[in-house]
Each structure stands twice: as C-alpha cells, then as structure tokens.
C-alpha cells in the first residue's frame, strides 16, 4: 500500500496543476498555432454559410446565369469573383486543418491561401455592396 502512495505522490508531483503562461512564455514554449488554428476553423465556418445564405437569395437571371438580386444585381462577372474567392477561402481552410499535424510547412501555405481569399472575397463584396447601398439609399430618399 505504500509503494503505491509514493507512486501516486511521485505522479502528482510530475504532473502541472494549473496553466501558467508567464512560465512558458519565460521558458519560449509559447506558439500561436492554437490562434491559426481558430482562425481556421473560423474562416471555413463563415465561408460555408456565406455560401449557403447566398443559395437562399433571390435570384436574377442574366444570360441564363443565376445572380443575386440584392448586392450582385447586374453584375454577373463580380458575383462569379466573389464565388471563386468564397470557394478558395473554404478549401484553403479545409486544406490547412487537414494538414496542421502532417505537414506543417504546407499547411502554413493553405492557411494564407485561406486568409487571401477570404480578404479577397470580402473586398468584392464591399466594392459590390456599397454602390448597391447607395442606390437604394437614393431611392428611398429621393
């Protein structure tokens, strides 16, 4: 019985109680690929259901092709962009957490593959959105 107590306490004392960051940061052990991870998981998630909110908008066919009435309206080209940009920020993500423990190198590569796009798909939206905005705005107080 008492061999096994000097185990337990020998166990317990190798083992950390409570997380301490000045430690680690002290120590250098202290890395960010917990936040790239997040932001990750974070961009696959708003780039999915973008995609599905976009599958619910009205629609407005211009040349047989489908665009969204409310932001893309008449503007089949930049609908299309902001498509290819939505679908590379979600591979990208996918990509880069598929590949986090495997290949680290080329999983840092799909994780900025992943940011671009989705910048890239953020500013289409905004050079489409805001002059929409406007137009509705003149229209509703002119």
Known sequence: MARIMKIRL???????TRCQPERALQQGNYNYKGLR?????????V???TAIVILHL?????DGKPVPAV?????????????????????????SMYLRERKPKIAKFYYFF????SVLALAIFFWAAVPASLL???SKFC
């Not at 991870?37 to 961009?43: K, N, P, Q, W, Y």
């Not at 932001?71 to 990509?95: K, Q």
């Open 10 to 16: 020998l166990l317990a004392e190798e083992l950390p």
């Open 37 to 45: 991870s997040h932001l990750d998981e974070v961009i696959f998630t």
């Open 47 to 49: 780039s999915c259901l």
């Open 58 to 62: 009205p629609m407005d066919y211009i």
């Open 71 to 95: 932001v893309f309206h008449g503007h089949p080209h930049i609908f299309h962009a902001f498509l290819v940009c939505l679908m590379g920020s979600c591979y990208g993500s996918v990509c």
């Open 114 to 117: 992943a940011l671009v796009s």
């Open 136 to 138: 509705w705005l003149a």
